[in-house]
């Protein structure tokens, strides 16, 4: 099947190696020319685990291409929509000028019997709005959402092995005939039965704003907990463990610390927030408004923390902060927890060294006035507190006897409850976390 995808990011790009992956003809068609010729050259413009192989695999097989020509996408079957949906600057709803812009292109192009795909996540009533868009100016043509749940570290595997499709149908036949053509698309993973939803547009975009919503309350209410056990002497790490045992709650996403950020979950449950308001339906999701703010007091009181093992005063203090990008397997650094107390801990006169395995780069693009090295034992040179803020496995992994040599004071804080207590306490090393006891 002759296949478009829109927006060639984090999302776009994966998806579109994937779908030439799954024996489709692809093209990815992007504004952006450097990440085009990057693309197309088999480089990955972005830190993504077995992506630039899937890439250089799938283009060798000369059924994906890149390209910045909105012509390209003639012909194609399915059109996937795969442009970001940033927060508004100021506002907390999301910023839609991306997504019609791509659509109000494609309009150019498309003919009947074809069909748009979102796969981008939005305020619930866009798909109904952009299917009229659609209809309007190329009858015939066609629009179902489909939303996407891949991680960042996992993008390519979450991509070709999905929990569960879900697809936003129109009405009627016109709903008979997207779904046989998403059908065809996702034809491989359908076959071993991976689970589908089939519904209405408003329920699809919903499903996606509604999971990211479930996971982001889940992490603030650990980090919640956390709060408390710093008032009890409790342990939240052993606490996550002991209610995670039980099935229906589970252990995933209660890993406390430094809390949620990236392209995602932040500006998801804050358009979800703006647009229940603009539906008069705000207090349905006032909970969402305490689950953001716990999340952004755990920086504040990572700040905190520091400031008390520097003995009371960060000014002149050397901090070295391990990690950068908002995850560990990612070069992402949209709102990175980490970058954020680097910087918070720069404005009160610290002198921070940040390193990152992968995301340096970006980072020093975004942030240049903070100081950057290569690796941890370069960051942590002479330093008075080691942070550990992205738990990538080259840090949990750490030998603290070694690294205890290169520092000035043993002092670490775990950001993410990741390193191994006894161990660094065994070594000499003073260390705090939020949310469990001093060692
Ligand atoms: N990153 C993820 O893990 C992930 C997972 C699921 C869903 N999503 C959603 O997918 C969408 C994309 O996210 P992302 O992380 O890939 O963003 P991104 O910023 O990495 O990529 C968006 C791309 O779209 C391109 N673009 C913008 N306007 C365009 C236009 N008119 N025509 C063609 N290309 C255009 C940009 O140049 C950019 O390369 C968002 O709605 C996001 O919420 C992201
Ligand atoms: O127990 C946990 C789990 C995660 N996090 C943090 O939460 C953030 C988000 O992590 P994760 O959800 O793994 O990363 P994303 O790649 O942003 O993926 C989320 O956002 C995507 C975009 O919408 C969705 O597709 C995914 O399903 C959803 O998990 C990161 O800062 C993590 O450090 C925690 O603090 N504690």
Redesign the pocket.
């Known amino acids: 099947m002759k296949i478009s995808v ?8 994966v998806h579109a190696a994937s779908m030439a992956e799954l024996g489709h003809e692809v093209v990815g ?4 020319a450097a ?1 085009v010729a990057s693309l197309a050259d088999a480089q990955a413009p ?1 830190y993504e685990p077995g992506f630039e192989e899937l890439l250089e695999r799938t283009l060798a097989t000369g059924r994906l291409r890149f390209t910045t020509d ?1 012509a390209e996408a003639a012909g194609s079957s399915v059109h996937f929509v ?5 927060q508004k600057r100021g506002e907390y709803a ?1 910023d839609m000028r ?2 019609q ?2 659509v109000e ?1 494609l309009l150019g192009v498309l003919a009947p019997g074809e069909l748009v795909v979102g ?4 305020p619930v009533g866009t798909a109904a709005a952009l299917a009229d868009l659609v209809a309007g100016k190329v009858p015939g043509a066609l629009l179902a959402w489909n ?6 570290g996992f ?1 390519v595997q979450d991509t070709l092995h999905p929990d569960r499709l879900v697809y936003g149908l129109p009405a009627g036949a016109d709903g008979a005939t997207a779904r046989a053509l998403l059908d065809e698309v996702y034809a491989t993973i359908v076959d071993r039965g991976t689970p589908k939803v089939e519904s209405d547009y408003a329920t699809a975009e919903m499903v ?1 704003t509604a999971a990211n919503s479930f996971l982001a309350t889940k992490i603030s209410f650990i980090n919640a907990m956390a709060e408390l056990c710093e008032a009890t002497g409790a342990d939240v790490k052993l606490l996550a463990d002991a209610i995670g045992y039980d099935d229906r709650i589970g252990r995933k996403f209660l890993n406390a610390g430094l809390g949620f950020g ?3 979950l932040p ?2 449950i804050r358009a979800f927030m703006a647009r229940a308001g603009e539906l008069g339906a705000d207090q349905a999701l006032t909970f969402l408004r305490e689950v953001d703010n716990i999340n952004m007091r755990r920086r504040i009181r990572m700040v905190e923390l520091a400031r008390e093992v520097c003995d009371g005063s960060l000014l002149g203090k050397r901090v070295a902060v391990l990690g950068a990008a908002f995850k560990p397997d990612s070069d ?1 650094i ?1 709102d990175s927890p980490a970058l954020n107390v680097a910087a918070q801990l720069q404005l009160q006169g610290a002198v921070v060294r940040v390193t990152d395995p992968a995301a340096v780069e970006n980072s020093r693009r975004q942030w240049p006035q903070l100081d950057y090295a290569e690796t941890a034992e370069e960051a942590a040179q002479g330093a008075d507190a080691v942070l550990v803020l992205t738990e990538w496995k080259q840090y949990r992994e750490l030998d603290p006897v070694e690294f205890g040599k290169v520092v000035k004071q043993k002092r670490v804080l775990d950001g993410r409850n990741a390193l191994d207590l006894d161990a660094w306490t065994a070594a000499g090393w003073s260390y705090r976390a939020l949310g469990r006891r001093a060692g």
């Open positions: 829109i927006g060639c990011g984090y999302l776009g790009a068609i992007d504004v952006d990440k972005f909105f795969c442009v970001g949906t940033p999301a991306y997504v812009g791509a292109s796969k981008s996540t939005v939303p996407e749940f891949l991680r960042e993008a996606k990236g392209g995602c500006k998801d992402d949209r």
